[in-house]
């Protein structure tokens, strides 16, 4: 792979600058009521500039979104081609997901997309879900393999712990009683039991 121009760097910096600022404003105020022209004032770009990196409001929403789940599907993919026990691979799988989920610019996106993102967006968006559930999926079955996990459907089972899991982010606030580590310490020992075994016996 070639190496990155400066001026490419530079430019995918101040990209990455603009969607963080706007997930912000996001958060705070809601997709709806945040205009380009806020999001351009608050890092003291003209709009005719923020355009140099982002196509629309809609665009920027839709980058995001796929910064995270494309995070979660490396992630999970490396857990599965580790040679971790699978007790281990679980566990890291569950708290990488809530971990990434928690996070402000994820949590705007997150929360947004099923409202706001355009129809011609969201292949891309299902696509890269498809390849996190398969993760989860190959996950479990390992489990069953290795005689650790018990449920009677194991594809409901995959489907149960990826709702719960993607629910997170229209429920946790920073300002919460739980920090992030906190819930996903819940989280895992509530999909452990779920599969049929006591994440608390699990060994680390």
């Known amino acids: 792979m070639p190496e990155m121009s400066f001026r490419q760097q530079r430019y995918n910096e101040k990209q990455q600058q603009i969607l963080e600022n706007a997930a912000q404003l996001f958060a705070q105020k809601g997709f709806g009521e945040v205009s380009l022209e806020e999001i351009a004032a608050k890092l003291q770009l003209s709009k005719a500039s923020l355009y140099h990196y982002i196509k629309s409001k809609d665009d920027i929403l839709f980058q995001l979104h796929m910064q995270a789940m494309t995070e979660s599907a490396d992630a999970l993919q490396k857990v599965v081609d580790s040679e971790a026990p699978i007790v281990e691979k679980l566990r890291k799988a569950i708290r990488t997901l809530v971990l990434i989920a928690t996070r402000n610019e994820v949590l705007a996106s997150y929360r947004m997309e099923s409202r706001f993102l355009p129809k011609k967006m969201r292949p891309q968006v299902v696509e890269k879900r498809?390849?996190?559930?398969e993760c989860i999926q190959q996950l479990i079955r390992e489990g069953q393999e290795?005689?650790?996990v018990h449920c009677k459907d194991?594809?409901?089972s995959a489907f149960a712990a990826m709702g719960a899991m993607n629910w997170v982010p229209?429920?946790?606030t920073p300002s919460g009683r739980l920090s992030p580590k906190e819930i996903a310490d819940v989280?895992?020992?509530f999909i452990f039991r779920g599969f049929g075994f006591n994440a608390d016996s699990a060994p680390e």
């Open 154 to 156: 194991w594809r409901i």
């Open 187 to 189: 989280m895992e020992e």
């Open 170 to 172: 229209m429920w946790y």
């Open 146 to 148: 290795a005689g650790l």
């Open 130 to 133: 498809d390849q996190i559930l």
